[in-house]
């Protein structure tokens, strides 16, 4: 048998052994974001307003996730905003919901000083991931990682952006426009691995990195997410859009489902799951929704879901039963 390359040998790594940390480095292109711009002298009070985040604790070193939420307190969308420059912040948000993300905002921007719109630089997003290695070509690509120790710190170096996700292993992204991140894409391809985006999402995954898209956009309250806990929701800024239901929910504690990252074996094709796909016990109640499903082994699924708290056993998802799940 010949011996496994670099990249095979990363590929068949456990699922537990990568949430614990990346043998490798390496970065993926990623294809699923755009970008609406927000500009105008009342930029930052018009989002505090609108979206769940706190937006005082946003600064040229601190980027946050939010939630653009409806009137019924379900996220419409979520996003990661960032400062560049004065009375301008980005929203990165998933492709599929940004129109009607910026229609949401749209709405209510009529009583403010502030421009929205999808943002027409193109931009080029890329994931990293990082081990601590000395040698570590990262360290040559012109930032220093040594900055960003925590969940969405930011760095803002020659009109790009890195910012850090969540999650045990060092995974960044880094966003520019395509011209100003071409040779450094270059640079890249030689001296690091190049994973698809599965892999990536396999990543976010173990990481609980999600992203309310159009698929799940208005079928979530994010308090079943882990949104709180990452600074993604303000529970004491004063009022935005959902507020009430959200801040009820935190305070009577009375939210029945939260999210869950399981492992199962699974023989079927495909071997994904449709995102969004309907949870149901064996004698078919409702007890969650798929967020996300990946396979990045043969036979080996892993998915991220909402799930009733009090349920420990099997689940159908679109006719499909799964008698074991490893919860990570």
């Not at 929704?289 to 799930?307: D, G, Y």
């Not at 420990?312 to 490893?326: A, R």
């Amino acid at each position: 048998m010949n011996p496994m390359n670099p990249t095979e040998t990363f590929l068949h790594t456990s699922y537990i052994q990568l949430a614990q940390s990346n043998p490798e480095d390496f970065f993926t292109r990623i294809n699923d974001f755009a970008v609406i711009s927000c500009t105008g002298e009342d930029a930052k009070s018009f989002l505090q307003g609108q979206i769940s985040a706190d937006m005082e604790k946003v600064s040229a070193s601190k980027a946050t996730l939010a939630c653009c939420l409806n009137l019924k307190g379900r996220a419409i969308s979520s996003f990661i905003v960032l400062l560049v420059a004065q009375d301008q912040f980005n929203l990165i948000v998933p492709k599929n919901v940004a129109e009607k993300t910026l229609s949401a905002l749209k709405t209510y921007a009529i009583f403010s000083k502030v421009k929205l719109e999808i943002a027409s630089k193109r931009y080029q997003f890329l994931g990293l991931a990082a081990t601590d290695r000395e040698d570590s070509p990262i360290h040559d690509l012109g930032f220093n990682t040594e900055q960003l120790q925590q969940p969405y710190d930011a760095l803002q170096f020659e009109s790009q952006f890195i910012i850090r996700l969540p999650g045990a292993s060092k995974r960044y992204l880094w966003l520019g426009e395509e011209s100003l991140l071409a040779s450094k894409i270059q640079k890249l391809t030689n001296h690091l691995l190049e994973l698809n985006e599965n892999f990536w999402q396999g990543c976010e995954i173990l990481a609980k990195e999600i992203y309310i898209d159009a698929i799940s956009s208005e079928q979530i309250i994010p308090n079943i997410l882990n949104y709180a806990e990452l600074g993604g929701i303000s529970f004491d800024k004063g009022c935005y859009k959902g507020q009430e239901v959200v801040a009820r929910l935190h305070y009577r504690g009375e939210s029945k489902e939260h999210m869950q990252v399981a492992y199962t074996v699974w023989d079927a094709e495909p071997a994904t799951l449709q995102n969004g796909s309907i949870i149901t016990s064996p004698d078919r109640k409702t007890i969650g929704r798929v967020l996300k499903s990946v396979s990045f082994k043969p036979h080996e699924l892993l998915i991220i879901m909402t799930l009733k708290k009090d349920y420990t056993g099997p689940i159908q998802v679109d006719n499909n039963q799964f008698e074991k799940l490893h919860f990570l």
